[in-house]
């Protein structure tokens, strides 16, 4: 039963007041046909929209079943409008891009029915109008009648009590009127219906009782009701859209205005575009910096030296007055000399290193004394030869012993933080020809990048050379040498005097040597700016190691041991570290003179640098071991270098991602104006605030996904041609690189500000009158 007691509607604007309904009381049966007539402006409208829920009511009360709506909130009012009122509209009020079909479900699903319910009620709700037949067309493709028995299936489908019809035949011909009458009449045998007509023959004809308004109020009720108690208490069912149904609902409203959405789509996927192709050239350029990097702390690496420079004494010094007046000469010491610190390395030390974090380490590389007894079959005469560049008259005329021998030790292969051989040339050279070294006796010919090594390399190793003249790399793969232990290669004279042994013929023969092959030629790859190894002869420190074990005992080794003299000389040193030195190139001392530690980047070597410090903590100054960090001034540059364009990327970015936010905002506001009406027709169904919200963030959604994924998409096809003109200005291949992280992340970016950005405009919607936005057009 439905009561209207007392009810007072006005509409107020800043110069009039306009009351629609003016203390109107009446009730109603639950079975009855009621027509509401009266002229234009007789409030008779507001007050079917006030049954109905789209309006309500200043004062009075509307009462159901003996329950007062005055408490009613909003989710209740439209859980009213859902399960207790069908509407039926003169413009019939239609969703244009939905099916007849899912027209009238939409109210079902709002109610959370399920599908398979949900579809045989629309389905049977079809049928009892007569349009099984149609059920699958769009609004567009039906007449004016088969519009407004659509209407009414989505009206009846919610098996309402009350069915609320507002000049129902007024847009339809004579014909099709009588049968859309018929019908509702039919349907008050079941429910109250209430309609609202200017047509006086209509309303006689079909309803049961007539109601007459004007200025607000009954004039006449030719079949008053006084009331009676219900026989049944009234319940709400509370509605609720699911997100699938308001994806679904905005899917197909974007289909609908294909070419707008495209645009859309695009001109929102604009700042996505531009911050995928920085990312691509942020990331491919960071890239080339990291190479950079590391091939710049491979030819800079931490270097730990038997002697370094001591800062402390450079900052103790205090300078003296400069341009002083008097007429005196002062004698000072060599400042840079006294800053020399002799660093003690000692097993202990070699294995602190070894114990670094492997993460933080490329490799490590170890340069000794130790000279390598060379001999080489060359035209049938057997030759001294070594691994060096320098020119051996230079060597001679400056009267040093060590340089006759090879000594060279700085291009061998770097080891891992353990100590064990790495792919270290597979990884970072092209061979040429032969083969990279399987073994620690094969050693490899570094070439530079136009295929030059020195020519003293070569003439030291027996290659009959000048400058300019050229040898095929055949002629040097497969070369060999005799590794000489220091028993086979130094004679004891009996004054304890030991001197290399002149019968090469007899030393090149002996039983102990080790055969040492040229395997390869090696040349740096085309793309690395830096070499990591000067030209010349490389091998791994595996060959070091050899001579180590079969010359730590050696006679020579173990009388230098014996002697503060130089056993080959029989002077004595000018210092023990001389001393020192000369044992180790013999052989007597497995200590390296240099360690080399290459860093995987900058930030790695921080860390290094952090472990190398915690050794000397707590050490006094002689006991502490002191580096040389070379690659420290070009990681200060490198930094302020990235943090400079990272800021300037990031300003970048959000300049496109606020301007993307504004127009999503601008682009569902304007959605929102085009579908007002719709908006109207889900509150009549009794769609809540959040229901609408959620229908055009869902719509937002959609939009940002699809136009973060076009962003991404047309971000990475201009990665090709960005690729090409870099390619051709600076020489560097491939540099835009679109991560598939990034791309990820970009997507759901776009996603989350799409629906930030249309998130308020959604509220709006929420916020629209009902009954203001179904009188849309």
Not at 155 to 180: F, R
Not at 487 to 512: G, H, I, W
């Amino acid at each position: 039963m439905l009561k209207l007691d007392k009810i007072v509607k006005t509409y107020k604007t800043p110069s009039i007041i306009t009351t629609a309904l003016d203390s109107v009381s009446i009730t109603f049966r639950e079975q009855e046909f009621v027509a509401i007539l009266g002229p234009s402006g007789s409030g008779k409208t507001t007050l079917l929209n006030i049954i109905g829920g789209l309006d309500h009511y200043d004062s009075g009360d509307l009462i159901l079943n003996n329950q007062s709506t005055k408490d009613f909130k909003a989710n209740d009012w439209d859980a009213y409008r859902n399960n207790s009122v069908g509407f039926v509209f003169q413009s019939y009020n239609l969703i244009n891009h939905l099916s007849v079909f899912e027209n009238v479900e939409l109210g079902l699903t709002l109610s959370n029915v399920p599908k398979d319910e949900r579809d045989k009620m629309s389905k049977d709700a079809l049928t009892k109008v007569g349009l099984e037949d149609h059920m699958y067309k769009k609004p567009s493709e039906l007449s004016g009648g088969q519009m407004q028995r659509v209407a009414i299936a989505r009206a009846l489908v919610n098996n309402p009590d009350i069915l609320l019809c507002d000049e129902p035949t007024g847009a339809l011909d004579s014909k099709t009127s009588v049968q859309i009458m018929d019908l509702i009449k039919e349907l008050s045998k079941e429910k109250l219906v209430i309609m609202v007509t200017h047509n006086n023959e209509i309303a006689r004809q079909y309803a049961d009782r007539i109601v007459q308004f004007r200025d607000g109020q009954i004039v006449t009720d030719n079949h008053p009701y006084d009331g009676a108690k219900p026989t049944q208490n009234f319940e709400l069912k509370k509605t609720k859209l699911s997100y699938w149904t308001a994806l679904k609902l905005s899917w197909n409203n974007l289909k609908t205005k294909k070419g707008q959405t495209s645009i859309t789509a695009f001109a929102s996927s604009i700042g996505i575009i531009s911050i995928g192709v920085v990312l691509s050239l942020s990331n491919g350029f960071q890239n080339e910096i990291n190479r950079t990097q590391t091939q710049t702390l491979s030819q800079f690496p931490i270097t730990i030296a038997s002697f370094a420079s001591d800062p402390t004494v450079f900052s103790d010094y205090e300078p003296r007055e400069e341009f002083p007046d008097s007429q005196e000469v002062i004698a000072v010491g060599d400042v840079s000399e006294a800053a020399i610190h002799t660093n003690p390395l000692d097993e202990e030390y070699i294995n602190y290193i070894r114990n670094i974090d492997p993460e933080l380490v490329n490799n490590i590389g170890f340069s000794r004394n130790l000279n390598l007894n060379l001999l080489r079959e060359v035209d049938g005469d057997i030759q001294q030869v070594q691994f060096s560049n320098e020119n051996p008259e230079a060597q001679m005329d400056r009267g040093n012993m060590a340089t006759s021998m090879t000594g060279v030790g700085l291009n061998t292969f770097p080891t891992d933080s353990q100590g064990n051989e790495t792919d270290f040339s597979q990884e970072n050279y092209d061979l040429l020809a032969g083969e990279f070294p399987s073994e620690a006796t094969d050693v490899v010919l570094i070439i530079d990048r136009d295929n030059t090594t020195n020519v003293y390399g070569l003439t030291n190793l027996g290659f009959d050379v000048t400058e300019d003249d050229t040898l095929n790399f055949d002629e040097i793969i497969g070369t060999e040498m005799q590794l000489v232990a220091n028993n086979d290669y130094y004679m004891e004279l009996p004054n304890n005097q030991f001197v290399p042994n002149d019968d090469l013929t007899e030393v090149y023969k002996a039983e102990n040597n080790v055969t040492i092959r040229i395997s390869g030629i090696l040349r740096a790859p085309e793309e690395d700016t830096l070499a990591l190894l000067s030209p010349g002869i490389a091998y791994s420190d595996g060959l070091n190691q050899l001579m180590l074990q079969a010359n730590e005992a050696s006679n020579i080794v173990l009388a230098q041991e014996a002697s503060d003299n130089n056993v080959m000389t029989n002077q004595a040193f000018e210092s023990s570290s001389a001393r020192d030195t000369f044992i180790g190139m013999l052989g007597g001392d497995a200590i390296p003179s240099s360690i080399y530690i290459y860093p995987n980047d900058f930030e790695q070597k921080d860390e290094i640098l952090a472990y190398l410090d915690a050794w000397n903590e707590g050490k006094e100054q002689e006991d502490q071991v002191l580096y040389n960090d070379l690659a420290s001034v070009v990681s200060g540059l490198t930094g302020s270098l990235m943090n400079a364009i990272t800021y300037a990327l990031v300003a970048f970015a959000a300049i496109s991602l606020v301007t993307s936010m504004i127009m999503i905002g601008i682009i569902t506001y304007t959605s929102v104006i085009q579908r007002t009406k719709e908006i109207g027709i889900l509150k009549a169904l009794g769609a809540r605030k959040k229901d609408i919200t959620r229908v055009f963030d869902s719509e937002t959604f959609i939009l940002g996904i699809s136009s973060g994924i076009l962003g991404v998409v047309i971000a990475w096809l201009l990665t090709y041609p960005i690729n090409v003109a870099i390619e051709n200005l600076t020489s560097l291949t491939n540099v835009a690189q679109l991560d598939p992280g990034h791309a990820v992340i970009l997507i759901i970016i776009s996603t989350v500000l799409t629906v930030i950005g249309g998130h308020i405009p959604a509220r709006m919607a929420a916020n629209l009158d009902a009954a203001e936005a179904l009188r849309m057009d």
